[in-house]
Nanobody, 122 residues
């Protein structure tokens, strides 16, 4: 079993930056591919980015250049650096681990964090 805990959400203004972190604990947390998703009120949970254990990254096209995913395997932690935030980035952000198949679909992930709220004011 792997437990995921997200940190770093909050209320920011448009144009600000924010860094989310997700720490994994439990069995072999650092060896899994991990992903970030977000879910706005009334909408589906959308793929943001993913990273393999070796550091290969993937992003949803609309967020490339503004968001950066990284990981520190020694700390069992994955990060999401979010720059130039916009009001439409407002959502609950979730980290997930151990996908089977495509990293872009939430149904493929075995473990989930509880989510952290990011609110961007205009």
């Amino acid at each position: 079993q792997v437990q995921l805990v997200e940190f770093g959400g909050g209320l920011v203004q448009a144009g600000d930056s924010l860094r989310l972190s997700c720490t994994a604990s439990g069995r072999s947390g650092s060896t899994y591919a991990m992903g970030w998703f977000r879910q706005a009120p009334g909408k589906e949970r959308d793929f943001v980015a993913s990273i393999t254990w070796s550091g290969i990254t993937s992003y949803t096209d609309s967020l490339k250049g503004r968001f950066t995913i990284s990981r520190d395997n020694a700390k069992n932690t994955v990060y999401l650096q979010m720059n130039s935030l916009k009001p439409e980035d407002t959502a609950v952000y979730y980290c997930a681990a151990d996908p089977s198949g495509s990293h872009r679909y939430p149904v493929n992930y075995k473990y989930w964090g509880q989510g952290t709220q990011v609110t961007v004011s205009s």
